[in-house]
C-alpha cells in the first residue's frame, strides 16, 4: 500500500535537471559574453590612450627635436599622473630624413614615420650675390619672398621672347648673401661617408624583399654595375653600385640608393633617396613619390613630364673655368620640396617649394644667358617637408612606414 502524499511520474526528474542546466549554461555565457565584452572595451580604451600618447610623443619631437628627455634610454613620461603614459623614442638618419620611432611602455603599438625639416612657406627664392642683377624672360612666376643679389632682377628676353609673367612687387624683394645657405655639418660629413662607404663583392638582389623599420637593422645590396627591373623592394634597404639604372618594372619603397651614376628609367615610378658621387638621370615620364630625393656630386638632370617630391641637391666643389650646367630641370618636369643647388642651375618648369641657387643660367644652341630664369614658376608649398640638409628647428612628418 502507497504511503499517503503528493506523487511525480519518474520522467519529470531528469526534465527539471536538464531545464536546470540549459538555464545556468545560459546564464555562464552572458556572464562570460559581459566579461568578454568588459576586456575588449578596456582594451579599446588602453588601445586609444596608446595612440594619443604617440601622437603626443610626436607632437613634442616636430616642436623640439633635440629634447634629450624624448630618447632617453629610460624612456619618456608623458603625463606624471599616468604611470602607463612612458614612451620610448629612437631617431637616426634615413638619408636626408630621419626615422623615428615610438614603442609604448606595454609593447601595444610600434610606430616608425620618417620625419623631414618643417618648410617655411613664404620664405621660397635665394640668389647667391655676385654683383649682377637676375633677369626673368618668357613666362616666368615667382612667389614668396625672393632674396635677390643687391642689383635685385631686370626683365629680358630670349631671343624675341619678352617676360610675359605678372609684375614681381618690390616688398617681396629682399637682399641675399654672397653665398648660398651652408648645409649642416654634421649631415655633410654623414652624406659623405656614404657616399665613401667601401663595396663589397656584387650580390644577386631577390625578386621581393620587404625589411621592416622596427626594429630590422638595414639590408645592404653591392650591385656593380646593374639594370634594376622586375623586384619589389621596400623598406629599410640600401642598394650600392657604380652605375646603376633603375627600370620601369621595378618597385621602390623608402630605399637608400648609392652609386657613381644613377639613372631612373622612362616611365618608372619609385619611392628612394638617390645619392651619387657623379651625375643622377630622371628620364620623361620617371615619377620619384613623396618622400624621395636626388643627390649628386656633379650633375642632376629631370627630363620631359617628370615629377620628383622631396628634394633635389647639387654640390659641386669644383672650381671650372668653362661654364656649365650642374643642374638641368625641363619646362614640363615639376620639382616639390627643396632644390638646392650649389653651382648653375638651368631651372625651367615648376618648383612648389624653396629654390636656393648659386647661379643660374639658360643654354640654348647659340650660347648660354647668364643669371637668367627662362619659363620658370616658383610657388610657395607649406605642405612638403623639406629634407634636412640646412639647420632645421623644427620637423614635419614625411610619412609612416613600417
Known sequence: MKPPGPYLRGNVLPTVVVVSVLLLTALLGLVMLWEQESLLYAHSLRLRQARADVESAYALYRLHPGLEALTALEGCLLYDSLPRSRVFMQAEPWGLYEAVRVLTADSLLRVCRLFGAKPDAGNTFFYAD?????????????????????????????GSDFYRGPQIARTAILRSDAEVSQPDPETVRRIGSLLAAAQDAPAMLPDSLFRSFMPDSAAVFSLGNAEIGDCSLRGRIVLYGDELRIDSTCSMEHLLVVARKITVGSGARIAAQLFARDTVLVEARAVLEYPS???????????????????????????????????????????????????????QGIVSGRVILRQAAYFSPQGYYKDLLYDFTLLENPVTAQPLWLPAVRRKEAACVR
Open 130 to 158: 655676385k654683383r649682377s642683377a637676375v633677369t626673368l624672360a618668357g613666362q616666368t612666376v615667382l612667389q614668396g619672398a625672393l632674396r635677390m643679389p643687391q642689383n635685385g632682377l631686370v626683365y629680358g628676353r630670349v
Open 293 to 347: 630625393g636626388i643627390y649628386a656630386g656633379m650633375y642632376a638632370e629631370i627630363g620631359d613630364r617628370t615629377s620628383v617630391n622631396g628634394y633635389a641637391i647639387v654640390r659641386d666643389t669644383v672650381v671650372r673655368k668653362k661654364v656649365s650646367a650642374n643642374y638641368r630641370q625641363s619646362r614640363t618636369a615639376r620639382l616639390r620640396g627643396l632644390l638646392w643647388i650649389d653651382g648653375v642651375a638651368q631651372v
